[in-house]
């Protein structure tokens, strides 16, 4: 009996994670399960962190932050991993800056799967399996300026939440400001998400050109200087373009 309500609460949430945000009734018809039972599910889910209500609607249910923690210690064996590891720590070596591996969640966030410190007793902090929002952040905006049209659209169509005086909202300057990203191959964050807190990321991609992760250089805003973006700027592209050869054995 224990096993079966395992198997039925792995199930619902699988089901989340396919139809999120996904409401108690969505979930009852797609199981043929009473209700009560559907619900306590989702609750328990919940209480462990593996769901949460949406902010927008709570009376849709959403995956949790205990699912996108855990699928970073996933990755380690991954091609990705392996691949990004040993020119993270050569481009923290030449900068002395924290470096961010990061991955999207489809449209939803950017998670931190992987990270190398600098030496200074002063800097950004992001645990790993922290999410960010993908228009308000270096690494996410890396991440859209390489996705189809639609998928950016569709993004900006959810409403693009305003984190500081500085975060992109407006459509047209976010589309001008990816465009700008394809040209120069890597994206800026200047405290548009979180106060005092500078990165410059550059996308991974897949042999369709497909973004699968970001690398970025992330630093607090007293050390952030405008004269050496374009060096920034060339140093955390040229990592990501090895991890993008290495993960396809170039």
């Known amino acids: 009996m224990e096993m079966k309500s395992v198997t039925r609460s792995l199930r619902i949430l699988e089901a989340v994670a396919q139809h999120q945000p996904v409401t108690v009734g969505e979930l009852t018809k797609l199981f043929g399960l009473p209700k009560s039972t559907v ?6 889910l919940a209480e462990a962190g593996w769901l949460r209500a949406n902010r927008k609607d709570t009376t849709r249910w959403e995956i949790g932050a205990r699912v996108l923690a855990v699928r970073p210690a996933a990755l380690q064996g991954s091609s990705l991993f392996a691949a990004a590891r040993e020119p993270m720590v050569r481009l923290r070596d030449t900068v002395n800056e924290t470096i961010h591996l990061s991955v999207p969640d489809a449209l939803q966030c950017m998670v ?25 952040t270096a690494t996410g905006r890396a991440v859209l300026a390489h996705l189809p049209k639609q ?5 900006i169509t959810q409403g693009l939440e305003r984190y500081s005086d500085a975060t992109p909202t407006d459509p047209d300057e976010l589309r001008a400001e990816l465009d700008r990203i394809r040209i120069d191959g890597y994206a800026v964050n200047r405290n548009q998400y979180r106060p005092d807190v500078c990165a410059i990321a550059a996308p991974v991609l897949d042999e369709e050109g497909t973004p699968l992760a970001t690398v970025a250089i992330s630093m607090p805003d007293s050390r952030y200087d405008a004269d050496r973006l374009p060096e920034w700027g060339r140093l955390v592209a040229d990592a990501a373009a090895e991890i993008t050869g290495r993960r396809l054995g170039a």
Do not use: I
């Open 112 to 136: 931190v799967v992987d990270r190398v410190d600098c030496s200074h007793a002063v800097r950004t902090f992001h645990t790993v399996g922290d999410t960010s929002p993908l228009h308000a």
């Open 151 to 155: 998928d950016v659209e569709e993004l």
């Open 39 to 44: 619900q306590r599910t989702l609750v328990t």
